[in-house]
């Protein structure tokens, strides 16, 4: 069964970046969707930004547009997350997660996402 693991999260002041990566067991990421999610302490989990299979689309959370980039790496089989310009609402809890479908990605409904990863905590605060 296809398991996701993500890793790169931290501690890290306001301004600051952090590459988050997400990567599986053995199986291939070249034609799925991946997402990333987060969740906050009392707060609801919400999309931050989700790349397509083969068409490779993006789309973004307004509230990271122009500071998050998300990558896909075929060779290494990983899915990054570049975060620019932190701030403290960014902390959460940050899950990567697959659809299994080839086709273009959107942030909701989650349950679109078959396959979850236990996530990466990150902390933005002075």
């Known amino acids: 069964q296809l398991q996701l693991v993500e890793s790169g999260g931290g501690l890290v002041e306001p301004g600051g970046s952090l590459v988050l990566s997400c990567t599986t067991n053995?199986?291939?990421?070249?034609?799925?969707?991946v997402g990333w999610f987060r969740q906050a302490p009392g707060k609801e989990r919400e999309g931050v930004v989700c790349?397509?299979?083969?068409?490779?689309?993006?789309n973004y959370a307004d509230s990271v547009k122009g500071r998050f980039t998300i990558s896909r790496d075929n060779a290494q089989n990983t899915v990054s997350l570049q975060m620019d310009s932190l701030k403290p609402e960014d902390t959460a809890v940050y899950h990567c997660?697959?659809?299994?479908?080839?086709?273009?990605?959107?942030?909701?409904?989650?349950?679109?996402?078959?396959?979850w990863g236990p996530g990466t905590q990150v902390n933005v605060s002075s």
């Open positions: 997660a697959v659809d299994i479908r080839d086709l273009d990605c959107v942030l909701a409904p989650q349950t679109r996402y078959s396959y």
């Open positions: 790349i397509g299979g083969s068409s490779g689309g993006t």
């Open positions: 053995g199986y291939t990421l070249d034609h799925y969707g």
